[in-house]
DNA sequence: CTTGACCGGGG
DNA sequence: GTGTACGGTCAAG
C-alpha cells in the first residue's frame, strides 16, 4: 500500500525487546494514519583513543546484566566525523544507551562519548530527514486494526514529497472550571462547534450548555468529544500545569479511563521539568501560555500573561468581566449559572482564537527544525536553537557537542562579561523623536565576524583584529555563522516575495509563519551562545559579539551627535534621536549609516515619536529601562514602568497612566492637580477600598512560608477568623489603619473596613506618579504639605 | 552587594 | 530514561 500523507505526531514503544516507533500521520484523504516501523535501531558514538588496538573487537562483545536482563552492543559500525574515526554502536533499545555509555566511558581505548542523549524519535526524524507537517509517502503492508476507521501499516520505505496544500486540522480549543477541586463545568470550541458541560441544571435557552449528571459523567463526555470530532490540535491556556493535572487527579479518583489517543491508548504524562505535560497519542496537544511565556512573551506589551491580556493583545478580545468570588457564591446558591457558562465558553473561545493566530507559527518553528509541534510549542528559546544547530550538525556529518555536566554548568554560571551598552537618559520630557535600530544586529555581528566555537583563537589565521581579547578565524566560516547566514539569507528572500503577495492568501500567511521561526531562531542565538546549558556554549563569543555591538552603536551614537541631533536614549541595538526636523535629518542620517556599515548590517527607522518622558531618582539621576514614548499616530509605549504589575493597586496604576498621557500632551498642571485631588480623596476617605487591592498569590498553606509578607499575614489573620483560604487563591487585601509594621495592617478585603492614607499615599500613589513628575521638579514634599498649594505654585506655567 | 525564596498561568 | 525548568524580582543577611 502506497499513500501520502502528514507526520503529526510520533512516539515508540518496547515490543518483544524491540523499540517500534509509531507515526501518526493525517491523510490526503483525512484519515488518521498510523505507520509502525521496526527498522531504525538506536546507537551512540564512540571517539577511540590514538592506541586502541582491539576496542572494535572489546565493542562486538561487549554485554552487560542489568535487572537481570542482559544488555547488549549489536552492532559497530566505522565511519568518519570531524577527521577522525568514530565508531557508531548500535543496541535493540533506547534506554540501553545510557547504561552502554557509562560502561564504555571508562575503558582506556576510549577517547569520548557523543549523541547518547539525543532523543530516540527525534534522532529518528534527523536521520531520516523528515520534518513534522510536511508531506511524506508511505509504502508499507497493510496491518488489522482494532479502530476501524484508522489505517495501520507496516512500513517499508518513507520519502520525502513535494509539499501538497496543508490539510486543514480539526482544532479544538477547551477549558475547565473547577471549585474545590472539582470540575463543575467545562467548555469546548471550535470552527462550527461549541459545548459547555456543567454539573448542575439550570434554566437556559443557549443549545450550547448541556447538563450532565456528574463529574464523572463530564469526564466521560470530554472524552467522547475529543475522540468523535477526531481533533488533531487540541488548544488549552496553561493547561499543563492545571487543566491535565485535575482532568488526571479526578479521572483517577472517580474511574474514568483517559482513552483519548487515536489508537485508543490512555493520556500519558511526560515529565518537562517541573511540570508534566500530557501526551495523546497522535493528537497534538497545545498549551498556549507554554508557548506565549517562552517564545511570545518577548514581543508582547502585555506585562502579565493572563489568557485576558494576551487575547486582547493578540487578537483584540477580551474575556468577560466577573468577580471570581461572586461566581463562586452564586455557583453555591445555584443562581446565575447561564452568566458562569458563558464565561467559560468564552475562555475556550479566546483560546481557539489564539490558536488560530499561534499554530501557524508553531508549525513553521516545527518544519524548520525538525521536531514534533508537541515539544517545539513548550521550548524554550535556547531549546529551538539547539534543536537547529543539532539537525545541521547532523546534515554535516560533524559530531554534536556533548551536554555540559552540572559542574560545568555551575562553573559557566560565574562567568561574566560585559552585556550591551545603555545610555543613561537625563530625566525629562522631550519631543520630535525618531527611534533607529539596527536590524538583527548580533546575528548580523555573528555572520559578518565569523563568531563561532571553532572559529575562536582559531590556529589557521594571525591573531590580529582582536575583540575582547580574542579573535575570530578568517579563512574557514564558522559552524554558526554557517547556519545564521543560511537563515537570514532565507528570511531576506522570504520577506522580499511577501511584498508581491496578497496577505490574505494562505502562500502569504505560510512564508509570513516561516519568517516568523526564521526571526525567532535569528534573535535567540547570541543568548544561546551565552546560556549556560548550551552544547555550543561559548563564552567568549557572547562577550565579542556584546563587544561589537558596544562598539557600533556608540560609534552611531558619536556620528549622531556630530550632525547636531541630541540622542536622547540609547539601549543595545537603538538610538533615539531628537532634533528639528526630525523625519528629514533621521532619514539622511539613516543613509550615511548605513554605506559605512559590513555586509548583512543594517539600521532601519523604528517609529517617529511625538513625545517621551524618562524618568529620574530623587537625586536627579535619569534611570534606564523606564520610559513612556508617545508615537506620532497617538500610541503609547510604556517601558518598565509601574502601571501593569498586579503588587500595585489599581488607584496608583490608573493615575500613573494617567499621568503619562497628561505630561506627553503638555498638560503638566492637570496632571499635578490630579495627582493632588487623588492625595487629598486618600486623606478624606473617599477612595473605594475596590480600588485600593493588592492581589498576591498564596502559593502554599501559611506554615509553610519563613517570610510573613502582606498577604501571608493578611491571609492568616482571616483563616484564624474562620474564613476558608485554599492554596493556589489570590489574595486581595488593603492595608488597614494601625499600628505597626506593614504586614500587621493587611488585610483581606472582605475584612477590611478603612485604609491606611499614609501608606497609600506614600507607598503607593506617590512612587508611582513621581516616578513620572519627578523629572518635571517635583517631590514628594510638594504633596504632603497639607493643604498649601504654594509649593506647586512655583511650577505653574 | 550577595543569597535565597518566591512566582508565573489556571480557578 | 538517548533525564533532571527558568529567569526575574525582592527581602533578608
Request: charged share 45%; proline share 8%; hydrophobic share 35%.
Given at each position: 500500500m502506497k499513500l501520502q500523507a502528514q507526520l503529526l505526531d510520533i512516539t515508540y514503544k518496547i515490543i518483544e525487546n524491540t523499540a517500534i516507533i509509531y507515526l501518526y500521520c493525517l491523510s490526503d484523504r483525512g484519515k488518521n494514519i498510523i505507520a509502525k516501523v521496526d527498522s531504525f535501531k538506536p546507537y551512540f558514538y564512540v571517539i577511540p583513543q590514538?592506541?586502541?588496538?582491539?576496542l572494535l573487537d572489546r565493542l562486538k562483545a561487549f554485554k552487560v546484566i542489568r535487572d537481570e536482563k542482559t544488555i547488549k552492543i549489536t552492532k559497530v559500525e566505522e565511519i568518519r566525523r570531524d577527521n577522525q574515526k568514530v565508531y557508531k554502536v548500535f543496541t535493540n533499545?533506547?534506554?540501553?544507551i545510557p547504561i552502554l555509555k557509562d560502561e564504555v566511558k571508562?575503558?582506556?581505548?576510549?577517547?569520548g562519548k557523543r549523541e547518547?542523549?539525543?532523543a530516540f524519535t527525534r534522532r529518528y526524524l534527523i536521520d531520516n530527514d523528515i520534518e513534522p507537517l510536511s508531506w511524506i509517502q508511505i509504502i508499507g503492508i497493510e496491518e488489522e486494526t482494532t479502530c476501524n476507521e484508522d489505517i495501520f501499516l507496516h512500513v517499508k520505505e518513507i520519502t520525502k514529497v513535494k509539499s501538497k496544500d496543508e490539510l486543514s486540522f480539526n482544532m479544538l480549543a477547551f477549558d475547565l472550571e473547577v471549585l474545590d477541586e472539582k470540575i463543575i463545568m467545562a467548555s469546548f470550541y471550535s470552527k462550527d462547534f461549541r459545548k459547555v458541560l456543567c454539573i448542575k441544571d439550570f434554566p437556559t435557552k443557549q443549545k450550547y450548555v448541556k447538563v450532565v449528571n456528574n463529574e464523572k459523567e463530564l469526564l466521560e463526555k470530554l472524552v467522547e468529544i475529543i475522540v468523535s470530532r477526531k481533533v488533531n490540535v487540541l488548544l488549552g491556556y496553561n493547561t499543563d500545569r492545571f487543566d491535565f493535572e485535575i482532568i488526571k487527579e479526578r479521572a483517577e479518583k472517580l474511574g474514568v479511563t483517559l482513552n483519548l489517543g487515536v489508537d485508543g491508548s490512555k493520556l500519558f504524562f511526560v515529565k518537562r521539568g517541573l511540570s508534566h505535560s500530557a501526551r495523546i497519542n497522535g493528537r497534538i496537544n497545545i498549551d498556549l501560555y507554554a508557548f506565549v511565556e517562552n517564545l511570545i512573551q518577548q514581543e508582547l506589551k502585555a506585562e502579565t500573561l493572563s489568557l485576558n491580556s494576551v487575547a486582547n493583545e493578540l487578537i483584540g478580545e477580551k474575556k468577560y468581566d466577573i468577580d471570581w468570588d461572586e461566581m463562586e457564591s452564586s455557583w453555591k446558591k445555584e443562581q446565575n449559572l447561564a452568566t458562569l457558562s458563558k464565561y467559560c465558553l468564552k475562555d475556550s473561545e479566546l483560546t481557539y482564537k489564539l490558536g488560530e493566530k499561534l499554530v501557524p507559527v508553531v508549525f513553521s518553528l516545527s518544519v524548520l527544525i525538525g521536531q514534533i509541534p508537541f515539544e517545539v510549542s513548550r521550548e524554550r528559546y535556547s531549546q529551538v536553537v539547539e534543536q537547529i544547530l543539532i539537525k545541521h550538525s547532523h546534515i554535516k556529518k560533524t559530531l554534536i557537542p556533548n551536554r555540559p555536566s552540572k559542574d560545568e554548568i555551575l562553573k559557566r554560571r560565574g562567568n561574566s562579561y560585559a552585556g550591551a551598552f545603555v545610555l543613561e537618559p537625563k530625566g525629562g520630557i522631550y519631543k520630535n523623536l525618531a527611534m533607529l535600530d539596527y536590524r538583527s544586529l548580533y546575528p548580523s555581528i555573528i555572520v559578518s565576524h565569523n563568531i563561532s566555537p571553532e572559529t575562536l583563537n582559531c590556529d589557521c589565521c594571525e591573531p590580529k583584529d582582536e575583540i575582547m581579547g580574542n579573535y575570530f578565524c578568517k579563512l574557514k566560516k564558522g559552524f554558526i555563522p554557517e547556519v545564521l547566514e543560511k537563515i537570514m539569507k532565507e528570511r531576506f528572500t522570504l520577506k522580499s516575495k511577501l511584498k508581491k503577495l496578497k496577505s490574505g492568501s494562505q502562500e502569504y500567511q505560510d512564508m509570513y509563519t516561516r519568517q516568523v521561526a526564521l526571526k525567532y531562531v535569528l534573535n535567540a542565538t547570541y543568548g544561546y551562545l551565552a546560556y549556560s546549558g548550551a552544547r555550543w556554549y561559548c563564552n567568549e563569543c557572547a562577550s565579542a559579539i556584546t563587544g561589537l555591538g558596544r562598539k557600533y552603536i556608540t560609534e552611531t551614537i558619536e556620528a549622531a551627535r556630530k550632525t547636531g541631533l541630541n540622542v536622547v536614549y540609547s539601549d543595545t541595538d537603538s538610538v533615539l534621536l531628537q532634533g528639528e526636523n526630525i523625519h528629514e535629518r533621521a532619514q539622511d542620517f539613516l543613509i550615511k549609516t548605513n554605506k559605512k556599515l559590513p555586509k548583512f548590517m543594517e539600521i532601519e527607522i523604528e517609529d517617529f515619536y511625538q513625545s517621551g518622558v524618562f524618568t529620574s531618582t530623587s537625586k536627579g539621576v535619569g534611570i534606564k529601562k523606564r520610559y513612556a514614548l508617545l508615537s506620532e499616530n497617538g500610541e503609547l509605549r510604556i517601558k518598565g514602568?509601574?502601571?501593569?504589575?498586579?503588587?500595585?493597586c489599581a488607584l496608583a496604576k490608573d493615575l500613573q497612566e494617567q499621568v503619562i498621557k497628561l505630561v506627553l500632551t503638555d498638560q503638566n498642571d492637570a496632571a499635578v492637580k490630579l495627582v493632588q485631588e487623588t492625595v487629598d480623596a486618600l486623606k478624606k476617605k473617599e477612595i473605594a477600598l475596590k480600588k485600593l487591592q493588592i492581589y498576591t498569590k498564596l502559593k502554599k498553606t501559611i506554615d509553610k512560608y519563613e517570610i510573613m509578607t502582606p498577604h501571608v499575614q493578611a491571609a492568616k489573620r482571616a483563616i484564624e477568623r474562620g474564613l476558608e483560604i485554599k492554596v493556589g487563591q489570590t489574595i486581595r487585601y488593603v492595608i488597614t489603619e494601625g499600628e505597626g509594621r506593614i504586614s500587621d495592617k493587611a488585610e483581606i478585603i472582605k475584612f477590611a473596613t478603612n485604609y491606611d492614607s499614609e501608606y497609600y499615599i506614600e507607598n503607593q500613589i506617590l512612587p508611582a506618579a513621581l516616578r513620572i513628575l519627578r523629572v518635571l521638579g517635583y517631590s514628594e514634599d510638594d504633596f504632603l504639605m497639607k493643604g498649601k498649594q504654594t509649593s506647586l505654585s512655583k511650577f505653574a506655567g
Open positions: 590514538e592506541k586502541e588496538s582491539d533499545i533506547p534506554s540501553n571508562i575503558w582506556p581505548e576510549v577517547k547518547f542523549d539525543i514602568l509601574e502601571r501593569v504589575r498586579r503588587d500595585w
